[in-house]
């Protein structure tokens, strides 16, 4: 399965990575979950393997991982894009649909 990230999700990412660091002083520990949220959308076998998200709803489906959502869609058969990376911890009406 071929991963596209949007400039947003790259942003969230790196702005994760960032605040990580903050909150922890442990660069090892903001690089583990930069490389968990990376592995995790890279896991993806098919489109439909997890769930669409409750707030979205389809055609955006979330892989959970540690405190986050990463939302993505389906590109191709073989392709999906990853849009935002969202703190669960955050207020879910936050996350509106992306307008692409």
């Known amino acids: 399965m071929k991963v596209i990230w949007s400039k947003e999700a790259i942003s969230d990412l790196n702005r ?29 076998v098919f489109v439909k393997q997890h769930q669409s998200d409750e707030f979205l709803r389809e055609p955006y489906r979330r892989i959970l991982i540690r405190q986050y959502r990463i939302i993505y869609i389906e590109k191709s058969k073989n392709e999906i894009q990853i849009l935002t990376v969202f703190n669960n911890r955050h207020d879910p009406k936050r996350l509106v649909k992306p307008s692409f």
């Open 16 to 44: 994760i990575f960032v605040i990580t660091l903050e909150l922890t002083q442990s660069r090892q520990g903001a690089i583990a979950v930069k490389k968990d949220i990376l592995e995790k959308a890279k896991s993806v």
